[in-house]
């Protein structure tokens, strides 16, 4: 027996997203604002300001997935000038954010049209064959963009012992692209689908 | 479209609104409306009993086929 379609089961779950989805990107705007300003003001800002003494880095620790790193141990001391590393980690958290921004306001659309009761629109499918596209193109650009950063760091701090930093790209940002644009041709089916529906009295 | 129409002119014998007929049929104006101008693609064989009940004709007394263009405007 066919089970009657009831949006009222999946009504909460719409306002928690959309609730979510929305202070996100608002909170990621201002972010990105902060770190934008802060990538002009150091650009700006002399040279000869940015001199930064590795003996401040005393007692400070970090922890890595199940590591825990004193920065001490890894830095040599001395006197360094840390322009540079701050504008490639403005940068890098530029494209971070971006990117992030990027899939959150395309999330927010999708619900936004869920919640009107057309899920399956041609914009729709439009929307997440572009976020397919963003996790594509992010499994190279965020990788290229956070090496950039570590690199600089590990240059810059002349990092005790043979320090590499390798450039990858990420294989689950590909294969999450590849699915979100089958999911993109899917929502395009149902839309025409939905478009013959629509016309059938 | 090859198919067309001819609701304007059943609802014109039964001295019928084309509001009445939809109240009846159970579908909106905005809906028949469309199915009276031809811009439907397709109807329902519910629907299309419905109307024949209602206006006491065939499905042919409603439907017809021309090969030749029409347009709606003629009527």
Known sequence: ?201 | MPIITRLDRLLAEHKMQLSELADQVGISLANLSNLKTGKVKAIRFSTLEKICEILQCQPGDILEYSQEPFSYSEE
């Open chain 1, 1 to 201: 027996m066919k089970e009657n379609f009831s949006k009222e089961k999946y009504e909460g779950i719409f306002k928690i997203t959309h609730f979510c989805v929305k202070w996100l990107v608002r909170i990621l705007y201002v972010a990105m604002i902060v770190v934008v300003i802060g990538l002009v003001a150091v650009l700006f800002i002399p040279r000869s300001n940015f001199s930064f003494n590795t003996n401040q880095l005393e007692d400070i620790s970090f922890q890595f997935y199940n590591l825990f790193v004193r920065i001490e141990d890894f830095v040599s001391e001395g006197t360094y000038n840390i322009k540079s590393v701050l504008l490639i980690a403005g940068v890098s958290g530029v494209v971070n954010i971006g990117f992030i921004q990027l899939i959150l306001i395309g999330i927010r659309k999708l619900i936004l049209k869920v919640k009107e009761g057309s899920p399956f629109d041609f914009k729709n499918a439009e929307v997440l064959r572009r976020m397919g596209m963003f996790f594509i193109a992010g499994s190279i650009v965020l990788p290229l963009a956070n090496t950039a950063m570590m690199s600089t760091l590990v240059h810059t701090f002349n990092v005790i012992g043979e320090s590499r930093v390798n450039f990858a790209i990420d294989l689950q940002f590909v294969f999450m692209g590849l699915l979100i644009m089958v999911l993109a041709y899917v929502f395009s089916y149902g839309s025409y689908l939905q478009e013959e529906h629509d016309s059938t009295v």
